[in-house]
């Protein structure tokens, strides 16, 4: 068992696919530690400010379902089998 | 029917509603046309710059259909007149640029119980979804915290074209019960590499907006 990554528009061109297995982490700040870890600069570039650990605030994370209100619930626990969804929301019409 | 925003998403939407035979049509919008709004706000023309976008608005879809009756309503939304503005209205489409107002939509929509088609763009990316208040999450539940405002944001015109034909057709299947609407389910248009998928949406019941203790 495992969390579920999905990942939307820029991140999916990032990380050059849709969704990703991670183990091994309790929340979701450790999650995206792990993503970076797993798949380099070119995802924490989409993750954080330039040189920062800044989350950019392009940046909206649900956790089955429910959307994050970021950088505060970073510390949301996760647990085996939960879907995160991690996408742009887009503001112009 | 009420359009919010007579934009690239705005344009799209209300000319389909209207082609449809939609009998009446209620349009917001305080903005003129400028000659950079012409690449996707195909309900103005380029003798129309300057003028005020309901204007331009208002002819066009008469002249698609001459009995389509059009209300327009040339005020910014604010929180003082978002109730009064969209109240009576069967369905609400988002035609917003920003996402200030667009919230003050989606707490109306939530408090006079009106469904409310969520659109929004960027670029080649777009995204939908559709709120039915007490049925399903509204767009706080989706997009908690507003994203960065950005001056300026480039938009191929066509992505807009692509969301706004389909806020025009949830709002159709919503008048008249045909199908499934896309609730609870937030819609990611790429036009990068031309997909289309869907993020799973719930109601947050401690949404400040349609929670336990919203409204
Ligand atoms: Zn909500």
């Known amino acids: ?93 | 029917m009420a359009v919010a925003g007579l934009g690239g998403l705005g344009s799209p939407a209300s000319i389909y509603l209207a082609a449809a035979g939609i009998g009446h049509l209620t349009l917001i919008d305080a903005q003129r046309v400028e000659p950079s709004n012409l690449n996707r706000q195909v309900l103005h023309s380029e003798s129309d710059v300057g003028q005020s976008k309901l204007k331009s608005a208002t002819k066009k879809l008469t002249e698609i259909h001459s009995n389509i009756e059009v209300d327009g309503i040339y005020r910014e939304i604010t929180s003082k007149n978002v109730d009064r503005l969209i109240k009576g209205a069967d369905v609400v489409v988002d035609g917003m640029d920003n996402y200030p107002t667009r919230y003050l939509l989606n707490r109306a929509c939530v408090r006079n119980r009106v469904p409310f088609i969520h659109g929004a763009v960027e670029g080649l990316v777009g995204q939908l979804m559709t709120i039915l208040p007490s049925r399903g999450p509204c767009l706080k539940c989706a997009v908690p915290k507003e994203p960065p405002k950005k001056p300026h944001f480039p938009v191929l015109g066509a992505t807009p074209g692509v969301i706004g034909c389909l806020q025009a057709m949830e709002t159709i299947k919503l008048i008249t019960g045909v199908g499934k609407p896309l609730v609870g389910r937030m819609l990611i248009f790429n036009g990068t590499d031309m997909t289309f998928d869907e993020i799973k949406v719930n109601r947050d019941p401690s949404c400040p907006v349609c929670g336990k203790h919203g409204r």
């Open chain 1, 1 to 93: 068992m495992a969390v579920t990554v999905k990942f939307f528009a820029s991140f999916r061109e990032a990380m050059g696919k849709k969704q990703e297995s991670i183990e091994g982490v309790n929340n979701v700040a450790s999650l995206l530690d792990e993503l970076v870890r797993k798949f380099g600069e070119k995802l924490a570039e989409q993750f954080y400010y330039s040189g920062t650990r800044e989350l950019r605030k392009t940046m909206n994370i649900l956790v089955n379902g429910g959307g994050l209100n970021l950088p505060h619930d970073l510390d949301k626990p996760l647990k085996d089998g939960d879907v995160v969804a991690i996408f742009p929301p887009v503001s112009g019409g």
